[in-house]
């Protein structure tokens, strides 16, 4: 099983970070080959909308992103987490997803794996529902991913609290064990 790690927060070892080594643990028991990608140390540039990528052509632009994009139209499970900052996914999150565009708009692209979506914030557990159910149905379900696990940690700021959740640490282990 190959799977796709895509950190969009630019804090390295904050706690999507985290959670998602706790998830890859699990998936590395069903013998999961796993990449890791950084958004905030990678030169990933915007979705400049030319409509290049619709004529059947890859994105025009070459950086990073368009590696990760060709990383995940062979992966097996995608793990993307985010923090939420003022009610959506970090600048990091948006550049990587707005790039899916360059598939869901080339008739000889999709993507066709598993999703895991980790979101953490200040707020609450439960106040991004909407938010994150809406993300779920786009960009990830509207281009083929099949969203299959979300964890929602909330109620943490600073880096590092979360190794202290011994129930969110536990939910995340278990998603990547199912996977």
Not at 65 to 82: E, N, P, Q, S
Request: with cysteine; glycine share 10%; proline share 4%.
């Amino acid at each position: 099983m190959k799977v796709t790690a895509i950190i969009a927060s630019p804090r390295k070892g904050g706690n999507g970070d985290v959670l998602v080594d706790e998830i890859i643990k699990g998936t590395e028991e069903n013998g999961a080959e796993v990449t890791k990608y950084y958004i905030d140390e990678l030169d990933v540039e915007p979705c400049h909308a030319c409509g290049h990528c619709g004529d059947g052509i890859d994105c025009k632009v070459e950086d990073d992103g368009a590696k990760i994009i060709d990383d995940l139209l062979d992966t097996d499970v995608l793990i993307f987490t985010t923090p939420i900052y003022y009610g959506q996914m970090s600048a990091q999150g948006k550049l990587i997803t707005d790039r899916f565009y360059s598939v869901s708009r080339n008739p000889q692209k999709e993507f066709n794996g598993k999703a895991v979506l980790v979101f953490t914030h200040e707020a609450p557990t439960g106040v991004y529902d909407a938010y994150i159910e809406a993300t779920k149905a786009s960009p990830f379900g509207h281009t083929g991913w099949d969203v299959v696990s979300t964890l929602d940690a909330g109620g943490i700021q600073e880096p590092g609290p979360i190794k202290e959740s011994e129930d969110k640490m536990k939910e995340a282990f278990e998603i990547g064990k199912a996977l």
